[in-house]
């Protein structure tokens, strides 16, 4: 299978604990990275491989990963991290890569 | 610091092809693979395929393969999408985004270029 399912939408409470997850064949085999997307502006990477976070992300963002589903863990949520989400990783043959459907997080 | 930036806007007739730019500076062209990725208006993220900028080796994603060539020009630090036989629902902003190891840990994007395919 070539697709990573997300859910839709999810909201948190500011200063909350929020996991966005991803499913997929693929993510049996291959790590997930995460991107944030805020409206008109291009998606920023958040979390990569194991648990990376490229240089200026908070460490409130976490990612995490067991069999078939991968997670971004947001710890202590802030208004400005109300965004698109999307998980990106390898389909199950390795050749391809494929974005999940996408999560908009709402922070109350 | 590093940057990739895009070509202008595009609007082109269903049938035309259209080819992007991406400019990049602030690291070593070579040594990263350039992906592209589009995004229809108020859709998610479709991965396009990747060019590697040193050897010129290309992945393209199944759902383009035959209509998309990517190429690079190292003289110049830039990558090129080109997409023909367009359609209506080809209409989105197309992304370029380095990666270092094609893991797709897409860490510098360019702003986008909008594509507009219509009659």
């Known amino acids: 299978s070539s697709e990573l399912t997300q859910d839709p939408a999810v909201s948190v409470a500011l200063g909350q604990t929020v996991r966005i997850t991803c499913q997929g064949d693929?993510?049996?085999?291959?790590?997930a990275s995460w991107y944030q997307q805020n409206p008109g502006q291009a998606p920023v990477l958040v979390v990569y491989?194991?648990?990376n976070r490229p240089s200026g992300i908070p460490d409130r963002f976490s990612g995490s990963s067991s069999g078939n589903t991968a997670s971004l863990t947001i710890t202590g949520a802030q208004a400005e991290d109300e965004a698109d989400y999307y998980c990106?990783?390898?389909?199950?043959?390795?050749?391809?890569?494929?974005f999940g459907t996408g999560t908009k997080v709402t922070v109350l | 610091q590093v940057q990739l930036v895009q070509s202008g806007a595009e609007v082109k007739k269903p049938g035309a092809s259209v080819k992007v730019s991406c400019k990049a500076s602030?690291?070593?062209?070579?040594?990263?693979?350039m992906h592209w990725v589009r995004q229809a208006p108020g859709q998610g993220l479709e991965w396009m395929g990747w060019i590697h900028s040193n050897s010129g080796g290309t992945n393209y994603a199944q759902n383009f393969q035959g209509r998309v060539t990517m190429t690079r020009d190292t003289s110049i630090s830039t990558a090129y999408m080109e997409l023909s036989r367009l359609r209506s629902d080809d209409t989105a902003l197309y992304y370029c985004?380095?990666?270092?190891?094609?893991?797709?840990?897409?860490?510098?994007w360019g702003q986008g270029t909008l594509v507009t395919v219509s009659s």
């Open positions: 602030g690291y070593t062209f070579t040594d990263y693979y």
């Open positions: 990106n990783s390898r389909d199950s043959s390795g050749k391809q890569y494929v």
């Open positions: 491989g194991k648990d």
């Open positions: 985004a380095r990666d270092y190891d094609a893991n797709s840990d897409l860490d510098y």
């Open positions: 693929g993510l049996r085999t291959y790590y």
